[in-house]
């Protein structure tokens, strides 16, 4: 798995009323394109962050999936345009250090297209310190994307605890994502999360797990991180030390996710930005 690329984890892709069936059906056509020719979904990984795209293209590459991307752009509505555009200028801020013009981007997004799933309002949210905004922003996420596509919301879940966290104690957060945890999987009414990082990470947030057991794994994955384990589970143990206010596990944290080699590899993408911008509004040097 490429976390969280084969989820269809972005706005652009969702903003379509996809099939029931279609984030299963677009990880198998992503496979048979990687076995085949691994450039050939390489943009589907990556986001690039142009200042005012005119029309959003999947890398510019050649073939199947700049026609797919083309047939894509050519059924959305004038306002799901204006959505996706907004979307672009927002990521492109976002990378750039500008979080509030960042957020003014999300804005609009949501003001053209208001069931929009966007996550990285709620990740801006959180950096500017509007815990609770980012909080409600994370549960209309989390809605949209299980109703839509019936699996679990994990990132979005582990981001809304985290939320809780700071404001109603980490305690009662992470009591209250157990039990969300427990009536998914009673109910059955949703597909369980497939990603063993990820499995690990709702271990620890919902205190199944301790996070130091967790941190101690990772010298057992790949130093290349060529799934990208190192990476996100390093950025969400931070992202719990931040909300304990344990500052040097969040750097040290920050520090290893920031050092994944095959992250390093790509600065165009929006996660490759994240653990880098949170350092920054906490004041944390992570040159050394």
């Known amino acids: ?8 984890r972005n706005s652009r892709e969702i903003s379509v009323n996809f099939p029931p069936f279609a984030p299963r059906m677009f990880r198998v056509l992503l496979f048979v394109a990687f076995v085949s020719q691994a450039r050939c979904f390489a943009p589907l990984l990556r986001r690039k962050a142009p200042a005012a ?7 510019g590459e050649d073939g199947l999936l700049h026609d797919l991307e083309a047939q894509r752009w050519a059924i959305l509505s004038q306002a799901e345009r204006e959505a996706s555009r907004n979307v672009d200028k927002g ?7 500008q979080l509030t ?21 709620g990740i801006v949210l959180y950096m500017l310190d509007r815990v ?3 909080q409600e922003q994370f549960r209309v996420d989390i809605d949209v994307f299980e109703s839509r ?23 009662r957060a992470q009591s209250a994502l157990d039990s969300s945890l427990q009536r998914i999987t009673e109910e059955g009414a949703l597909g369980l999360e497939s990603r063993k990082p990820f499995r690990n990470l709702l271990d620890v947030y919902s205190r199944r797990r301790s996070p130091e057991e967790l941190q101690q794994s990772l010298a057992e994955e790949d ?13 969400f143990l931070a992202l719990l030390a931040d909300v304990k206010g344990a500052e040097e596990q969040a750097k040290e944290c920050l520090e290893a996710a920031v050092t994944s080699p095959k992250m390093n590899r790509r600065p165009q993408d929006y996660w490759y930005h994240v653990p880098r911008r949170l350092a920054d509004v906490r004041g944390f040097d992570l040159n050394s």
Do not use: Q
């Open 132 to 134: 609770a905004d980012a």
């Open 101 to 121: 013009t960042s957020l003014e981007c999300y804005d609009a997004a949501l003001n053209a297209k208001p069931d929009m799933y966007l996550p990285h309002r």
């Open 53 to 59: 795209a005119a029309r959003p293209l999947m890398g």
């Open 1 to 8: 798995h490429i976390y969280p690329s084969l989820r269809l």
């Open 223 to 235: 130093e290349r991180d060529i799934l990208y384990r190192r990476f996100y589970t390093s950025f």
């Open 91 to 97: 990521h492109a801020y976002f990378m750039d250090g």
């Open 149 to 171: 596509f019936g699996e679990m919301a994990t990132e979005d879940r582990l981001w809304e605890t985290a939320c809780a966290g700071t404001l109603v104690g980490l305690d």
